[in-house]
C-alpha cells in the first residue's frame, strides 16, 4: 500500500464552524506533513511532523490544529476559518526525514463561506 | 529569504525531449533536489530525486552542475499525459530545514 488517504475529498464550512481533515498512511512513514495550495500556485508549508511529535510549524495562525494521534494519522483542527483559507489541503508522508520521497494525498478541497 | 525560481510555463510536442531547469542558489550542502509532478486536483507525484552529476529513472533524468546552483529536469518524448505542472523541491539553507516547493513550470503537450 503506497497510498496516503484524505478525507474528505470536498469541504465547505461557515466561518463560525469547527471541521477536521484526516490523513491517513500505512507505509510505516515516519514522518508526515500538511501543506496548503491555493490555485495555480506551489504547495506551501504548514507543518511537519516527525516520529508523531510537531518538528516544524511554519508560522501558521491558530486557527489551525495540527495532531498526529499516531504513526499513521494525521488530522488538522480548522476553527473559525476566513474566506482566504479557502484552498487545496494536502497530506504527505515520507519514510523519516524531510528530504526523502514524499508520497502526497490527492487533498481536501476546503471552500470557507 | 531564497527561493527557487522556475519558467511559469513551456510548451512541447508529442514525441520531443523537455528540459527544465530549477535555480536553488542557496541549497544546503547536503541537501538532495527533487521534482514531482502534480495534475489538477491531485498532490505531486514523485518523478526523480539527486544529489549531483546525473540520475536516471525510468521516466526521467536529473542534472546536476558540479556547483549544485540550479538543476534540470529532462523529460524524453513526452506524450499528451505529461502536460503538468512540474516542481523541483529543495531543503534551503535558511538556518532552518525547510521544504519549499519551486514556483512551478505548466507543461502543455500538444498533438
Known amino acids: 500500500d503506497t497510498e496516503v488517504t484524505q478525507t474528505p475529498k470536498h469541504l465547505v464550512m461557515g466561518m463560525t464552524n469547527k471541521k477536521s481533515l484526516k490523513c491517513e498512511q500505512h507505509?510505516?512513514?515516519?514522518?508526515m506533513y500538511w501543506y496548503k495550495q491555493k490555485a495555480k500556485k506551489p504547495p506551501e508549508l504548514m507543518f511537519v511532523y516527525s516520529y508523531e511529535k510537531l518538528s516544524i510549524n511554519e508560522s501558521v495562525p491558530s486557527r489551525f490544529s495540527p495532531e498526529c494521534p499516531n504513526s499513521s494519522l494525521l488530522n488538522l483542527h480548522l476553527h473559525a476559518l476566513q474566506p482566504e483559507d479557502s484552498a487545496l489541503y494536502l497530506c504527505?508522508?515520507?519514510?523519516?526525514?524531510?528530504?526523502?520521497?514524499?508520497?502526497f494525498g490527492s487533498g481536501t478541497q476546503l471552500s470557507v463561506l | 529569504l531564497a527561493k527557487t525560481t522556475q519558467p511559469i510555463s513551456m510548451d512541447s510536442y508529442e514525441g520531443q525531449e523537455v528540459n527544465i531547469t530549477c535555480s536553488h542558489n542557496n541549497i544546503a550542502t547536503n541537501d538532495y533536489i527533487t521534482w514531482y509532478q502534480q495534475f489538477p486536483s491531485q498532490g505531486p507525484r514523485f518523478i526523480i530525486q539527486?544529489?549531483?552529476t546525473k540520475v536516471t529513472n525510468e521516466v526521467a533524468s536529473l542534472f546536476i552542475p558540479a556547483d549544485r546552483k540550479s538543476s534540470t529536469l529532462s523529460l524524453p518524448r513526452v506524450s499528451l499525459s505529461d502536460t503538468a505542472v512540474y516542481y523541483c523541491l529543495v531543503a534551503l539553507d535558511t538556518g532552518r530545514r525547510a521544504l519549499t516547493f519551486g514556483s512551478g513550470t505548466r507543461l502543455q503537450v500538444q498533438p
Open positions: 539527486g544529489y549531483k
Open positions: 507505509m510505516g512513514h515516519r514522518a
Open positions: 504527505a508522508s515520507s519514510q523519516e526525514g524531510f528530504l526523502e520521497k514524499l508520497f
